[in-house]
């Protein structure tokens, strides 16, 4: 494994893990006939603070409709469902996918419509703190296009599950309408819920780079609709170039979150499993974590140098959690 930590903006540690560069590594070429999958895009799950949650009745027998921004593109398409901040099952009656007419509006083309399957059946319950894959699709989705992922649920969550620095648009309509063109009436939201990640399959060998980290990476200040987070510009670079164009990029991060404390988020070290090392085809990982653990401390009043000591080195012993 290769470890390379660089500094910038002063306290910022940016740590990238080349997780194929060590001596444990044995990497498979697939063959021409298997399948693999990478990430496309991802969103970290959390339990949304109550001016970032919706209503329950908002989400009783009520369709919601979200588009995300694909990094790499493909043949086949699974979609992740989230109930991880769930305090009771989540009974998602019906999934389907298709591509929008834009990334700011809730039309789609219908000719693309497709619904999805959960261990071959229509509908699916996820128990709480759990995810759950869909069965794949077939389905050509360009590399830095977008997806439109619809579901309905018949019955409001125990606990809402989500990501609310979304920083797109998402829309929600009372009755059953996974399948409609457009949702004319829908209340507009600019946050995503139940919905964590969108793997495409390849028959390259699976290379997945995930950027983790707090605000910087989730997108603060980016434009509402426009996939202009630092992550997505990464996306685009890679697809610049043949040798690179088969990786995809997800975004990780939380708005606020703490390398130590639960802040905005599950702390970094408490989410690093769900949300890098057990995504689809992860080989990379891009740190951008302890801006808030040193923000907060100092926050109200000046600490004393050895509380600051202490400070340090637990950012540096959990940077060298991540690396371990």
Known sequence: MQVSIGKSMGALLLVALGMTQGRAVAQIAPSASSVSWVGSWAASQQLPEPQNALPPQDLQDATLRQIVHLSVGGEQVRVHLSNAAGMGPLHVTAAHIAMPISPAAAKIDPTTDHALTFHGRPDVTIPPGAEYISDPITLHVAALSNLAV??????????????????????????????????????????WYMLAGVDVATTSVPNTVVAFGDSITDGHASTVN???????????????????????????????????????????????????????????????????????LTHDHDVPAAEHEAMVQNILGAYQQIIT
């Open 150 to 191: 619809t579901l309905h649920l018949d019955q409001a969550p125990m606990g809402q599950t989500g990501h609310p620095g979304s920083h797109a648009d998402s829309y929600v309509l009372h009755g059953d309408h996974v399948a409609d063109a457009d949702l004319p009436g829908a209340k507009m939201v600019e946050h």
């Open 226 to 296: 426009g996939n202009d987070r630092w992550p997505d510009d990464l996306a685009v670079r890679l697809q610049s170039d043949a040798a690179t164009k088969n990786i995809g990029v997800l975004n990780e991060g939380i708005g606020g979150n703490r390398l130590l404390l639960y802040g905005l988020g599950p702390a970094a070290l408490a989410r690093f499993n769900s949300d890098v090392l057990a995504q689809a085809g992860v080989r990379t990982v891009i740190v951008l974590e302890g801006v808030n653990d040193i923000g907060v």
